[in-house]
Structures are given as structure tokens and as C-alpha cells.
């Protein structure tokens, strides 16, 4: 049972002692974030889907203060008993104990030396909270204690906190990183993800991180047409100069309840386009928003998203990028140390 914290710890402030740069147009937001610390029963998830490309993740938050208003988590909420709109946003849930769950788990092996362990498979492993709890960092000690390799994405500045663990963790285990940057524009950016990081700080910590010789990535998902399609040339271009060698894109996805909060913020912010927007999603999904069966989820169809996904094979190969079609993202795969043997599963 997740318990209200009655003074929840200031994350602004975490992250100046941190001595790292966190961007909200100069303020925090100005929304009130209720807390709820967690003891949970387990930390690692094990994914069955064909749709995604990892086996196990670790979560340590439910909700996330980045508040992208595509989120695909936010129908979870509901199952807390709030709301996948603002209460996704503002009420969240912190697993106070991640990491010791995580340890408990690596010392039964219930994940063997080859298998990859995701962060995370639904929220920000690096939202603003984590600025004070650590959690993400204190479960990459422990992965790095039990020599497992980590996959990780987010949109946060953050993870330029831990490029020292993380560069470690390549070294001994394993480790690769993907930054979300759907948007080269930063206006249009912070209308659909008003809390995330500017995106040239996110190519700013793909910078860090690949200068610290951590294999990197770059995400140009949600892919929504007649929004940030036009980006894909720049965001490839700037990933490619901050030492990115992997890219990815998957078509936007607006299940259940997230496409009423998507379609709001889309009417409010860009009223001009919001109709083209939604048509042109709906072609790329055969007349659908989304779609729900496994194996069709990520996939989009027609010509208008081949003619998207082209420009991007286009440009990733120009560029020397290591690429994956929406249907068939990258596998996490084993790292073998120089030298080293092949690690066997458990």
C-alpha cells in the first residue's frame, strides 16, 4: 500500500547540490506533486510482448512528472485508482526499496550474467524525483555489483548525474543508453513534453555519456505525423555529432485513455493543426488512433508512413547509424568483455 508523504523532498533543489542543470523556462512547474512511498513486493518485471525488445526492466516510479502528454503509462494510473490525466502527472509513486528488492532478486540469478535488464519499461528511470531518492542509480550499483548489463532510456538531464557509473557498468557488464529526443524544435517540444528537458540539453548528455565511452542511442519516438516528422533530419544529425551510433522510431500510439489527453493538449497548443494531425495518424494505422493486438502494436501502414519511414532510413544511413524498423526495434544482446568469454545464462 502506497503511503502519502506529507512533505515531499524539493527535487529543484536535490539537483543544484547535484550540480546539475535542470530546465522549466526557469521555474519549477507550477502544479503541487503529491508523493506516495511504496514498499514493493518485487522490482523486476518480465515482458512476454513480441513488441518490445528486453525480457526484464526495473520501474522505480509509477507516474511521471515529465508529463508528455503521449505517455502511453498513463492508463496504469487508473489501476492505482487516479486518473490517467494530470493525477499521471502529479501523484506519484515512489518504490522506496527498489534497489534492495533488485539485489534480493539478482542473488537468486533469477536473471542470468547475459540478460539485459531495461530502465525502465514504463516510466522515467531519471524524472525529476529521482534527483532525491537515487533510486535509478542505487539499482545500476547493484546491477554493476552483480556484473548484469543495463539498457536504458529517458528524456531527462539527468542521467548526466551518473556517467561515471554508467561508463563503469559498460566496462564490466555492459551498458547502453537511448535519449528520447522526438523533437528538434523546442517550442513544439515543450508543448507535447512541458517538463522534460530542453532537447538540447538531452543532446547535451548524449554527449556526456558517449565521451565517457557508454554506447549510445537516440529515440525519435513517438514518431507523430504532421508534427515532429519534419525533425527527423535534425534530431539524426545531432545525434550523430554527440556520438550517437543507434537509432529508433516508433509511430505514436494513443491507447484508451491517453488520446483524450493527447488530443486536448494537441487542440490547445496547436488548434491550426490538430485535425491533420489526428487524420494522418489514422492513416498511418489503417483508420485507427492505436491499435491493441501484440505484434501490430508499434507497427505503422500506408503510404504516408512509408514515405516517413523512408526519410528516416534515408538519413540514418547517410549518417552510419545503426537502425531498427518500428516492428523490429533493437534487441538488448549480450556484452562480452575484451577478452572475456561468453557468458552463460543461469
Known amino acids: 500500500m502506497a503511503r502519502p508523504v506529507s512533505n515531499p523532498p524539493n527535487p529543484w533543489r536535490a539537483a543544484a547540490q547535484d550540480g546539475y542543470e535542470v530546465e522549466w523556462l526557469g521555474e519549477p512547474p507550477a502544479a503541487s506533486v503529491e508523493v506516495f512511498e511504496e514498499r514493493a513486493k518485487s522490482i523486476l518485471a518480465r515482458n512476454d510482448s513480441p513488441d518490445v525488445p528486453f525480457t526484464w526492466s526495473v520501474n522505480p516510479y509509477r507516474g511521471c512528472q515529465h508529463a508528455c502528454a503521449y505517455c502511453y503509462a498513463r492508463p496504469g494510473h487508473e489501476h492505482l485508482g487516479f486518473g490517467a490525466g494530470t493525477d499521471f502527472d502529479t501523484k506519484i509513486v515512489v518504490k522506496v526499496n527498489a534497489a534492495e528488492r533488485l539485489r534480493e532478486a539478482l542473488a537468486r540469478k533469477r536473471v542470468g550474467r547475459s540478460e539485459w535488464i531495461a530502465f525502465s519499461g514504463v516510466t522515467d528511470p531519471y524524472q525529476p524525483l529521482e534527483a532525491s531518492y537515487r533510486l535509478t542509480r542505487q539499482c545500476l550499483e547493484a546491477c554493476l555489483d552483480f556484473r548484469r548489463p543495463v539498457g536504458l532510456i529517458t528524456k531527462s538531464a539527468l542521467v548526466r548525474r551518473d556517467v561515471d557509473l554508467l561508463a563503469e557498468l559498460a566496462r564490466r557488464a555492459g551498458a547502453r543508453v537511448f535519449l528520447s529526443i522526438p523533437f ?36 525519435l519516438s513517438p514518431m507523430i505525423p504532421g508534427l515532429n516528422d519534419s525533425d527527423i533530419p535534425e534530431v539524426l544529425e545531432r545525434a550523430r555529432d554527440a556520438g550517437a551510433t543507434r537509432a529508433f522510431m516508433i509511430l505514436l500510439r494513443l491507447p484508451t485513455s491517453v ?29 485507427q488512433t492505436s491499435r491493441a493486438s501484440f505484434g ?37 544482446t549480450p556484452h562480452v568483455p575484451p577478452g572475456g568469454e561468453q557468458l552463460e545464462l543461469f
Open 296 to 332: 501490430a502494436r508499434m507497427r505503422g501502414e500506408g503510404a504516408r508512413w512509408l514515405a516517413i519511414r523512408d526519410l528516416y532510413e534515408l538519413h540514418a544511413r547517410r549518417l552510419g547509424f545503426e537502425t531498427s524498423r518500428e516492428e523490429e526495434v533493437e534487441p538488448l
Open 184 to 219: 528538434a524544435n523546442e517550442a513544439n517540444a515543450r508543448a507535447v513534453e512541458p517538463l522534460g528537458a530542453s532537447p538540447k540539453l538531452r543532446f547535451d548528455a548524449l554527449r556526456a555519456l558517449s565521451d565517457a565511452g557508454v554506447p549510445t542511442g537516440v529515440s
Open 259 to 287: 488520446r483524450p489527453v493527447f488530443e486536448e493538449r494537441l487542440r490547445e497548443r496547436f488548434p491550426l493543426r490538430a485535425d491533420k494531425v489526428l487524420s494522418q495518424l489514422e492513416a498511418c494505422r489503417v483508420g
